[in-house]
C-alpha cells in the first residue's frame, strides 16, 4: 500500500482490504429506490392506474398532516410516508433502455418543485425504476403492492 503524497510503501495483510471487493456501485449505492427525508417534503403523490394518493405537509408552528385530503395525526402520517420512502431496490437492471408503461408514480413536491420516481412495467416479478430519467434498478412488485396496501388503509 502507499499512502496519497508519500512514497513510503506499507506492507499489509490481505485480510485488511478483504473488504474492497464489496466496494462496488450495487453496495455503495443506497438501497431505498426514494428515501427523501419528510423535513423537506411539502406533500407527495402515488399514483397506480386510476387509484390515486396524496399525501400534504402544512407547515406552521405545529404542522399539519393530510393524506387524501383528511387531516390525520402525526404518527398515522409517518407510517404511511415510511411506506411510501421504504421501498428499496432489489436489483440492478442490465436495460438501462427499459421504457414500460408505469405501474406506480410517486411524485415528491419540495416548495413546488416536483421530483418523479416512476416504476415502469419489466416483467412477471419486477418494475423497472426510473429516477431522473434513468433506470439502474429493479423492484419486486410485490414490495411496491405492500406499498399501496399500506397506502389503502391509514388508521
Known sequence: LRMAGSEAVFTADASATAFLQYACADYLVSPYSSLIA???????????????HEFRVERGQEDRYFADG??????????????VIGVMNSARCEDASAA???????TFVFSGEPYVVEYLEYDDVYCALRRDGCVDFLVRKT???????ALSSPN
Not at 38 to 52: C, H, K, P, W
Open 38 to 52: 419528510l423535513a423537506d417534503v411539502d406533500g407527495a403523490y402515488v399514483q397506480t392506474g386510476e387509484i390515486r
Open 70 to 83: 383528511t387531516q390525520i395525526e402525526e404518527h398515522a402520517f409517518k407510517r404511511l410516508y415510511q411506506a
Open 100 to 106: 414500460g408503461k408505469p405501474w406506480v408514480t410517486v
Open 143 to 149: 414490495a411496491l403492492m405492500d406499498m399501496l396496501d
